[in-house]
């Protein structure tokens, strides 16, 4: 189709312009019809920019989504044997969430966003989702108890936390349940959301936001202190496809073992990239404040704080480092 390869040719001349002119004459259609592909790509969502005697440049850090060569390097696994890229969305769990109840979706779909308007976060917060991350979801239907699907938290941030290292100057370690922080500030956060009943879920949609291309500029000013990208990490954008596929790879590995070998496989190497195992942690459990040493996590993906007088099983929370 035309507008795909209107699409196309805007990609691959990323690095720079390219003239209504030159792509009329490449595609061999008219200018007219150059610029209303150009409107109706801008309608789906694509930022595109028109500058005034240069011509069009499609702002996409870290190249657009091109699902068939990810696919590819997937060589078959579950999440990601469908991917779906959509240029803008509300927030790509809600998305995928809506497409789950319009068609008979395949297990292992995954949403990834262009931009990203309402992104969400972990308890009802809202996740900044400036230009140039990495967005997405995938769809799980595990038949499992719902104490196990918290578990996947841990499982999938372990994941994650690997495959992430692989563009950090510094390791990429784990916040308790999900978070995944690097030299101090948060890098990627991860949010699952499930329904069913108690003993068996009916679906499971786990969303990542990974702040990839991100200038730290970029940031609201007062998150900018906490949270970083690993462009401001690395010095170099990171290409989305490479990352994408690497990060999924990861996540079949880690679901196929969880499911296969259950989490007491998992738990040596999350307690090995935990930030604050060992250390000194405060966190609120209902309207009581907790402090001590998170002395361990259980095979529960549960944490275990010691303080004067007991040991305290912390099932759900935010971990605050003290000192
Ligand atoms: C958190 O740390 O609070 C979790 C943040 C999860 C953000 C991702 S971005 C992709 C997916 N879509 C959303 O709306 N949220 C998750």
New binding site residues.
């Given amino acids: 189709m035309n507008r795909d390869s209107v699409l196309a040719e805007l990609a691959e001349h990323q690095d720079g312009y390219i003239s209504g002119q030159e792509l009329a004459l490449r595609l061999n259609i008219s200018r007219v019809a150059v610029w209303k592909h150009i409107e109706a790509l801008k309608a789906q969502g694509y930022d595109i920019r028109a500058i005034s005697g240069r011509g069009y440049q499609l702002a996409a850090q870290g190249g657009l989504i091109r699902p068939t060569e990810i696919q590819a390097a997937l060589d078959g696994g579950l999440i990601g044997r469908q991917i779906i890229f959509a240029p803008r969305v ?6 995928l969430k809506r497409l789950r109840l319009e068609q008979d979706l395949a297990e292992g779909t995954v949403l990834v ?1 262009g931009n ?1 308007e ?6 009802g ?1 809202r ?1 900044e ?1 400036p230009p140039g ?1 990495l ?3 995938f769809y799980l239907r595990p038949h499992i108890p719902l104490e196990e699907i918290a578990l996947l938290s841990l499982v999938f941030a372990a994941a994650a936390a690997g495959a992430l290292e692989q563009y950090l100057p510094q390791p990429a370690l784990i916040k308790w349940p ?2 995944i922080y690097t030299a101090g500030r ?1 890098l ?4 699952l959301e499930t329904g069913g009943e108690l003993d068996a879920s009916e679906y499971l949609i786990v ?4 702040n990839t291309n991100i200038d730290s500029d970029d940031f609201p000013l007062e998150m900018r202190p906490f949270c970083t990208s690993l462009l401001e990490q690395g010095q170099r954008q990171v290409p989305h496809n490479e990352l994408l596929a690497r990060v999924l790879a990861q996540f079949n590995q880690y679901y196929n073992r969880f499911m296969q070998e259950g989490f007491p496989a998992i738990l040596p190497e999350f307690k090995a990239k935990c930030l604050h195992l060992g250390q000194q942690v405060e966190l609120m459990q209902g309207s009581r404040k907790i402090s001590g040493i998170n002395i361990d996590i259980n095979q529960r993906g549960h944490l275990l704080v010691q303080n004067a007088q007991e040991i305290v099983e912390i099932t759900t929370g935010d971990v605050n480092l003290v000192g």
């Fill in positions: 509300d927030s790509t769990n809600e998305g966003a990203q309402k992104g969400k976060g972990r308890r917060r996740w989702s991350g967005w997405f979801s999900n978070d948060k990627t956060g991860i949010l969303g990542i936001g990974i």
